[in-house]
């Protein structure tokens, strides 16, 4: 199976959320918001995407891996929900909902599914500074690197006697010993890794080779920017009827 | 030829009152390996950072003095997995993550990783995912990565800090070739068994000023050794209390016994 171009992932998880703004709610919001939660569940199916899983794995991994992405997008969504709940009606609340669910969705799938290097390759290949390519690659990568930090930090804890199971109270101290060691080490890794990309030749208006840029078909290309042409059209529509 | 010069170097880190180097004053020379000997603490971390011209640049704080650099430098840190690129799918594309952010041709980025991860004896790691590799695999190919972007002037700090015993030697056989290349290497170590075969020179640190500097034969000194920075050889030879200088090796201090030192 051919991995789509990082720009056609991007392209599609910007485009979601704004059909859902463009789009009549709740009919439009439902449509973008279920097709975003759908895309979450295939996040994992390529192994090369999910960190810790192997081909050898299997499918199942892969669908299991979505299956996390797609529980981290609605526990992420649910308390917009509530707090829409308690500022607008019901009709309201489903309308911005929808719409938030979509973008929180989009942007957990997009963040899951990018592999950061090709990305890398990508920007570089369109001739973007090497520097911004890699940072605009980090973003992405943020999140799974400090999640994956979290559980290093937290395993570390629970064998100098941490316990994260009880009460709410408990549960508190016990993100208290995990949340300054995770901010602190992360603060100091940052340190680190700029001394090492800058050794490694990373600076500002770099124009790096590009190793292996993925490929782009031009169907890809078609989509990107029929989506783009969509977006734009609906919006016309919307403001000038 | 001179290579890399410091002159009346001070360093102060951002928000401190005391300077991590002291007018410290030091010269490395093409096909000269030299070896940074203290304490924890001594400077010599910091001194390869100002020689690399990332402290002040990206560290921040202040510098005194001057800094020349006749090549390019590389520098390996001491922590090899804080210095991954974190942008490759294999241990090929962490190596040749430098030589492209250097522009340089396709081919000759692959001729130049080549030569890398085979100097390095890591050729067979080359389609591995860097996460899954050791400490020793990763600070190899952290190595190879700074040595296919043929910086002239080698920077190394705990070189084999993460490598066993085997693998450490190798490290320092391949540092003597370099040097014999051409290269100019400085390096720091708390190997000090090692810096008699690698070393031309020592220089060593204490509370950020160069104390001493000279041969090898340094880490045979009376007030090396007292400071616990002598070779093991010697450090026995001086608890027995034998005369200094003390030897630095084992085929030394055999010699020396053999003539009822």
């Known amino acids: ?241 | 030829m001179r290579c890399l010069g410091l002159e009346g170097v001070s360093f102060w880190y951002p928000a401190t009152q005391r300077p991590a180097l002291r007018d410290v004053s030091l010269d490395v020379a093409t096909g000269e390996v030299v070896s940074l000997v203290g304490s924890v603490g001594a400077g010599a971390s910091t001194l390869l950072l100002v020689a690399a011209g990332l402290a002040p640049r990206v560290t921040s704080g202040r510098l005194e003095g001057t800094v020349n650099r006749t090549e390019r430098g590389g520098i390996v840190l001491p922590t090899p997995w804080t210095q991954t690129s974190g942008m490759a799918f294999t241990v090929w594309d962490e190596v040749a993550f430098g030589p492209a952010n250097l522009g340089w041709p396709l081919q000759e980025i692959e001729r130049r990783v080549e030569l890398a991860l085979g100097r390095l004896e890591i050729d067979a790691l080359a389609d591995r995912d860097p996460v899954t590799l050791s400490g020793g695999e990763l600070q190899r190919v952290i190595i190879a990565g700074i040595l296919a972007m043929d910086p002239g002037l080698l920077l190394l700090d705990e070189p084999t800090a993460e490598l066993d015993p085997a693998g450490a030697r190798a490290v320092w056989r391949l540092i003597r070739e370099l040097a014999a290349e051409g290269k100019a290497v400085l390096l720091a170590t708390s190997d000090l068994d090692a810096i008699p075969e690698v070393a031309d020179r020592v220089v060593w640190l204490e509370d950020g000023t160069v104390r001493a500097a000279g041969q090898a034969a340094l880490l045979g000194d009376d007030a090396v050794c007292g400071a616990g920075l002598g070779a093991t050889v010697a450090g026995v030879w001086r608890a027995a209390g034998l005369p200094s200088p003390y030897p630095l090796t084992v085929a030394e201090a055999a010699r020396r016994g053999g003539r009822g030192v």
């Open chain 1, 1 to 241: 199976m051919t991995r789509p171009h990082p720009f056609t992932l991007l392209a599609i998880a910007a485009a979601l959320p704004a059909f859902a703004w463009i789009l009549d709610a709740p009919a439009g919001a439902a449509a973008t918001s279920a097709i975003a939660l759908a895309l979450t569940l295939t996040a994992g199916i390529d192994p090369r995407t999910s960190p810790g899983l192997r081909p050898g794995l299997g499918a199942s991994a892969g669908w299991r891996r979505g299956l996390v992405v797609f529980r981290t997008a609605i526990l992420t969504a649910a308390p917009f929900w509530l707090f829409l709940l308690i500022l607008h009606d019901v009709a309201t609340t489903v309308a911005i909902g929808l719409r938030i669910t979509t973008m929180v969705a989009s942007f957990v799938w997009v963040a899951a599914a990018v592999e950061p290097p090709r990305l890398v390759e990508a920007l570089v290949a369109s001739r973007w500074s090497a520097s911004v390519a890699y940072v605009f690659a980090s973003t992405l990568s943020a999140l799974p690197q400090l999640s994956e930090r979290a559980r290093r930090i937290v395993d570390a804890q629970r064998c100098r006697g941490l316990s994260v199971r009880g009460g709410i109270a408990a549960r508190l101290r016990a993100l208290r010993s995990v949340a300054l060691p995770l901010v602190l080490s992360a603060l100091h890794e940052v340190d680190d890794r700029a001394l090492a990309l800058e050794t490694r030749g990373l600076g500002p208006g770099v124009r790096r080779t590009s190793l292996n840029p993925p490929p782009d078909s031009s169907l890809e290309r078609v989509l990107r920017w029929g989506l783009l042409v969509a977006c734009v059209a609906l919006l016309a529509r919307k403001v000038f009827s």
